[in-house]
């Protein structure tokens, strides 16, 4: 409890850093200083598209009855950035348990297909909000029924030695997932070490409304890899902090812009 109450104080910090008048600055090119799991504050300009695709092994997560493994394929989608600071998107998730003991998720299925749309409110933050519907609700870790709807708040600092950003969000499950809400955040630094190489640490987590056994905490090592001028590629191995955490997982993304 004590990590995630120093990862809320430095959000809270970081959003007084951040505030401002609402601006309609864009990203206009790739960058080594982003993050790596946790949202992006940043829209793409006017006419630009981003297509996506994110693969992460994981071993040994847990829930009540019992561990299993996971593959996720997720993001697999596409970003447009419209102007006016406004980014549409989607994409699916799809997740396939292999069951470590009896009892334990071993099913596969689609998370859901995510629809969304993210306003840049100025420089150093933007909001995404969205939905998440046609999942299937016998998968884990994030089984859906009807509709689910989120927002997620992403801010980002500029310091000397490179940037500190962070997330804040909430996730509201609808159908019989509707006791399971809850709230997801972050914070990492990105720093470069080469004009096509940076590197990331973070700390993100989930944390239930209601329910304690589904709250995880993983600590991340990532770094963001630039091929040209539009290709980014951002591997990273993360490590549980808790049980409902995989112990230890490898993913990455992969992101292409045009």
């Known amino acids: 409890m004590g990590i995630r109450l120093v990862v809320i104080a430095l959000l809270l910090i970081m959003s007084l850093f951040c505030s401002s008048s609402v601006v309609f600055a864009q990203q206009t090119g790739m960058t080594v200083l982003q993050p790596v799991t946790i949202e992006r504050a940043e829209v793409l300009h006017q006419g630009q598209l981003a297509i996506d695709a994110g693969l992460a092994l994981e071993s040994d997560r847990e829930i009540v009855t019992g561990e299993y493994d996971n593959m996720r394929l997720a993001p697999l989608g596409a970003r447009f950035g419209l102007g006016s600071g406004i980014e549409l998107g989607a994409n699916l998730a799809f997740s396939s348990n292999d069951a470590n003991q009896t009892g334990a998720p071993d099913d596969s299925g689609l998370e859901g297909i995510t ?9 150093s933050s933007t909001l995404r909000v969205g939905l998440v519907a046609a999942g299937d609700n016998d998968i884990a870790p994030y089984p859906n029924d ?6 997620n708040l992403a801010l980002q600092k500029p310091i000397d030695a490179g940037l500190l950003y962070g997330e804040l969000g909430y996730k509201a499950q609808g159908g019989d997932f ?4 809850y709230f997801n955040y972050g914070v990492g630094f990105a720093m ?10 973070e700390l993100v987590g989930e944390q239930a409304q209601e329910i304690g056994i589904a709250n995880t905490l993983d600590l991340v090592l990532g770094a963001n890899l630039l091929f040209g001028d539009n290709i980014r590629l951002a591997p990273y191995a993360s490590f549980g902090l808790n049980d409902a955490s995989p112990d230890v997982a ?3 993304f992969f992101e292409l812009r045009i």
């Open 115 to 123: 629809l969304f749309g993210k306003l840049k409110l100025n420089p």
């Open 146 to 151: 009807e509709i689910d709807i989120f927002a």
């Open 178 to 181: 509707d006791f399971n809400s």
């Open 192 to 201: 470069p070490i080469a004009k096509t190489i940076g590197l990331n640490l």
């Open 250 to 252: 490898a993913g990455a």
